[in-house]
């Protein structure tokens, strides 16, 4: 009886002690930056005949907190996969900059919006995305997947809503307000890949270019090069009439 008192009275200290010990444990982690994987050790990875042999090659690299976790904060990416621009930045983890990934057929990205900002219309070739919004508001989506069904698919989001993007399907966020926005995206596929629409569109011939509009009397093929070079590398400034609002100069 008694020690089944002192072992409760141990236990519950235990866990008093364990918990506090969890709250007190100081956690500076926000700068934490990602390891560099070299060619050899890419490689390597990328080799390894079964998971349980690539993550064994992980574990022996450091610290599990350093091989199997990703700091998204953009402070640590500098040259964010997901690209950058005047509109905002996306951070992406993939098979390559996260080798914990590779064959488990997923990626994260995480997408910062300023006011008015827009991730310009792209696909991602070989992933379905599911993108939700974790801070802000007032975030507009919309899709074209295929012909048979081509018209835009849209959606308005507010904090912790979700869209869908299917594999393929060319599509954007839009950033309609005068606040920041952040948004999460889950991946099907290690790699998924992106291709930016207009900014590919107009890397084409530019006879091709010319013709597939209707040959408009704007565009010619002498001026293509010009127009494609003033089309924003990724993230860009949205909608005018957001822009009037929050008095942002474009
Ligand atoms: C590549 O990285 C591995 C693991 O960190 C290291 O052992 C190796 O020396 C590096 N190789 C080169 C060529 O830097
Ligand atoms: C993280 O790094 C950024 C840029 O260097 C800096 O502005 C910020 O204060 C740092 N945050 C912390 C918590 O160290």
Known sequence: MHS?????????????????TIHLESRSSVNTTNPAYNKTLT??????PT???RFTI??????????FKYNFNLAVNSSPGGGTGRGGSGVLANRKNFPALINLG???SVGFLN?????????HPRATEFLIIASGGNVKTGFIQEEGENTELTTTLDQYEGAIFPM???HYEFNDSCAPAVFITAFSSDDPGL???????????PDIVDADPGFPSFLDHTNIARFAATIPPAFALGANSCLDRCGIKY
């Open 58 to 67: 992980l574990k022996n690299q450091g610290p599990a907190d350093a091989y």
């Open 115 to 123: 006011p008015c900002g827009m991730n310009t219309p792209h696909t």
């Open 4 to 20: 089944i008192l002192l072992n409760i009275g141990l236990l519950s200290l235990a866990s008093l002690s364990f918990g506090a």
């Open 106 to 108: 997923v990626a994260a």
């Open 51 to 53: 998971s349980a042999d």
């Open 168 to 170: 393929g399907s060319i």
């Open 195 to 205: 291709s930016r629409t207009a900014q590919n569109f107009f890397g084409l011939n």
């Open 43 to 48: 490689d390597e990875l990328e080799l390894a």
